[in-house]
């Protein structure tokens, strides 16, 4: 049953849900801050369906500017009436002054018949709203409900709610969403519709969600109003939770917290560390299971203190430089560090050293703790960063290498998992890996 593939945050949400149903309008439930207070538009600006990517080009004076342009035709479709947020289906879209990381969200709203919107993500398009009963676009999805990731691309996790849960119009509903990197989860009146998927890129499907943005409320021809408009970010700890708790079927703990049994290789150059591996200073070489394996998915979080360096050796052979004699190394890596402002793009985190890069911007500040998954099938590497996929690649395809160095062992099937230390105190705890082949 769809209940049981409930997480225990998406729990925890029905049951915060219910408990609120009769908190007063407008006032945040414990833990949570009112982003819309009833009376005015406080905290928010219009802007139209706009490339985030050009507004955040701008200076701050710029974007001000571009703010107040739009104010008057803002100010005209926008309005509070009676503790509602209530737009007339025109007019530039809601957007929040501040951009959010990674954040549970909630909101009420209620539309009438024929009216299309939606809530914009990270100024990304869209958890969908619309009118179910609508034959006129049903061709488009209408008739499955609304709360889907509607701009995902076609067959995509998330696209279509898994059930439909609108309410008859005249009636209130309600949206928890969960927002964890690009994984978003809507809860749309007490139903689960989207379970963890990945919202896409619109501005540009080959990237990764953008690291922060707005919220949006979106205008679409017909009036619709807002209450109980609420944020709570989440912190790194309550992130990786959220992201480590999510299909965790199958997965196997390769580390007991304790010392580095079940670990071969340069033993002697780690350390185990308040329940973490840590390289230790001034030591490395590779330190790496004493199973090998095919095809699999690991997991695991990490920390790097600033300017901090190390490596995850994947399909490592026992011996030799795992960026070259493995199948690759998977760069770990603080991209912030000054003394790292000039390297190649394939050098930094998250890249197969040397042969592809991944994208930058989604690694937490040196010193908190990140949450990677590396998916290993074939000759392909995906690697998801705080749930953000920064790298997926076919290495069989590349031919072009940083240095004209070659990497031999970049066809290997099977081998050791591993770290490869350079020399920096770089801390990995709770890892665990899922063979998927031998």
């Given at each position: 049953?769809?209940?049981?593939?409930?997480?225990?945050?998406?729990?925890?949400?029905?049951?915060?849900?219910?408990?609120?149903?009769?908190?007063?309008?407008?006032?945040?439930?414990?833990?949570?801050?009112?982003?819309?207070?009833?009376?005015?538009?406080?905290?928010?600006?219009?802007?139209?369906?706009?490339?985030?990517?050009?507004?955040?080009?701008?200076?701050?004076?710029?974007?001000?500017?571009?703010?107040?342009?739009?104010?008057?035709?803002?100010?005209?479709?926008?309005?509070?009436?009676?503790?509602d947020l209530v737009n007339d289906g025109f007019g530039p879209y809601a957007t929040t002054l501040k951009d959010y990381r990674d954040y549970e969200f909630w909101i009420d709203y209620k539309t009438v018949a024929k009216a299309d919107s939606g809530i914009y993500l990270k100024a990304s398009p869209q958890v969908q709203i619309w009118d179910s009963t609508d034959p006129s676009k049903f061709n488009l999805g209408a008739d499955k409900g609304s709360g889907g990731l509607w701009n995902n691309s076609p067959g995509a996790a998330g696209k279509d709610p898994l059930?439909?849960?609108?309410?008859?119009?005249?009636?209130?509903?309600?949206?928890?969403?969960?927002?964890?990197?690009?994984?978003?989860?809507?809860?749309?009146n007490d139903k689960l519709v989207v379970d963890n998927a990945l919202l896409e890129n619109y501005w540009d499907r080959k990237a990764p969600l953008f690291p922060q943005g707005p919220i949006q409320l979106q205008t679409h021809g017909g009036e619709i109003r807002w209450k109980n408009i609420y944020v709570?970010?989440?912190?790194?700890?309550?992130?990786?939770?959220?992201?480590?708790?999510?299909?965790?079927?199958?997965?196997?703990?390769?580390?007991?917290?304790?010392?580095l049994t079940g670990w071969a290789g340069k033993v002697d150059e780690y350390e185990v560390v308040d329940g973490a591996i840590r390289c230790k200073p001034g030591k490395g070489g590779v330190l790496h299971t004493a199973d090998e394996y095919g095809d699999f998915v690991a997991r695991v979080e990490f920390k790097v203190p600033p300017g901090g360096n190390n490596g995850l050796a994947i399909r490592y052979p026992g011996e030799g430089n795992p960026a070259y004699a493995g199948m690759t190394e998977l760069q770990v890596l603080d991209n912030e560090s000054e003394k790292y402002a000039k390297l190649d793009a394939r050098q930094y985190h998250g890249s197969a050293?040397?042969?592809?890069?991944?994208?930058?911007?989604?690694?937490?500040?040196?010193?908190?703790?990140n949450f990677q998954e590396v998916t290993v099938k074939g000759s392909t590497i995906k690697v998801e960063l705080n749930g953000n996929v920064i790298l997926d690649t076919d290495l069989s395809t590349i031919t072009e290498y940083m240095a004209n160095s070659a990497h031999p062992g970049k066809e290997l099937t099977k081998g050791y998992f591993g770290f490869a230390g350079h020399s920096d105190p770089v801390e990995f705890r709770n890892i665990q890996i899922k063979v998927l082949t031998e």
């Amino acid at each position: 049953m769809l209940v049981q593939r409930l997480s225990w945050a998406v729990c925890a949400l029905l049951v915060c849900a219910a408990a609120n149903l009769n908190a007063a309008d407008n006032v945040p439930p414990e833990g949570f801050t009112a982003i819309f207070n009833g009376k005015d538009l406080t905290g928010w600006y219009g802007l139209e369906h706009f490339d985030p990517r050009k507004l955040w080009a701008m200076t701050p004076e710029e974007q001000a500017a571009k703010r107040e342009a739009n104010q008057k035709e803002f100010e005209a479709h926008w309005t509070v009436q009676n503790g509602d947020l209530v737009n007339d289906g025109f007019g530039p879209y809601a957007t929040t002054l501040k951009d959010y990381r990674d954040y549970e969200f909630w909101i009420d709203y209620k539309t009438v018949a024929k009216a299309d919107s939606g809530i914009y993500l990270k100024a990304s398009p869209q958890v969908q709203i619309w009118d179910s009963t609508d034959p006129s676009k049903f061709n488009l999805g209408a008739d499955k409900g609304s709360g889907g990731l509607w701009n995902n691309s076609p067959g995509a996790a998330g696209k279509d709610p898994l059930v439909k849960a609108d309410k008859p119009f005249g009636e209130w509903n309600s949206f928890k969403i969960t927002q964890v990197g690009a994984r978003t989860t809507v809860v749309y009146n007490d139903k689960l519709v989207v379970d963890n998927a990945l919202l896409e890129n619109y501005w540009d499907r080959k990237a990764p969600l953008f690291p922060q943005g707005p919220i949006q409320l979106q205008t679409h021809g017909g009036e619709i109003r807002w209450k109980n408009i609420y944020v709570r970010e989440l912190s790194a700890a309550e992130a990786n939770k959220l992201l480590a708790a999510r299909g965790s079927e199958g997965f196997k703990s390769i580390f007991n917290g304790k010392d580095l049994t079940g670990w071969a290789g340069k033993v002697d150059e780690y350390e185990v560390v308040d329940g973490a591996i840590r390289c230790k200073p001034g030591k490395g070489g590779v330190l790496h299971t004493a199973d090998e394996y095919g095809d699999f998915v690991a997991r695991v979080e990490f920390k790097v203190p600033p300017g901090g360096n190390n490596g995850l050796a994947i399909r490592y052979p026992g011996e030799g430089n795992p960026a070259y004699a493995g199948m690759t190394e998977l760069q770990v890596l603080d991209n912030e560090s000054e003394k790292y402002a000039k390297l190649d793009a394939r050098q930094y985190h998250g890249s197969a050293y040397g042969m592809a890069p991944a994208a930058r911007g989604f690694l937490r500040k040196a010193g908190e703790w990140n949450f990677q998954e590396v998916t290993v099938k074939g000759s392909t590497i995906k690697v998801e960063l705080n749930g953000n996929v920064i790298l997926d690649t076919d290495l069989s395809t590349i031919t072009e290498y940083m240095a004209n160095s070659a990497h031999p062992g970049k066809e290997l099937t099977k081998g050791y998992f591993g770290f490869a230390g350079h020399s920096d105190p770089v801390e990995f705890r709770n890892i665990q890996i899922k063979v998927l082949t031998e």
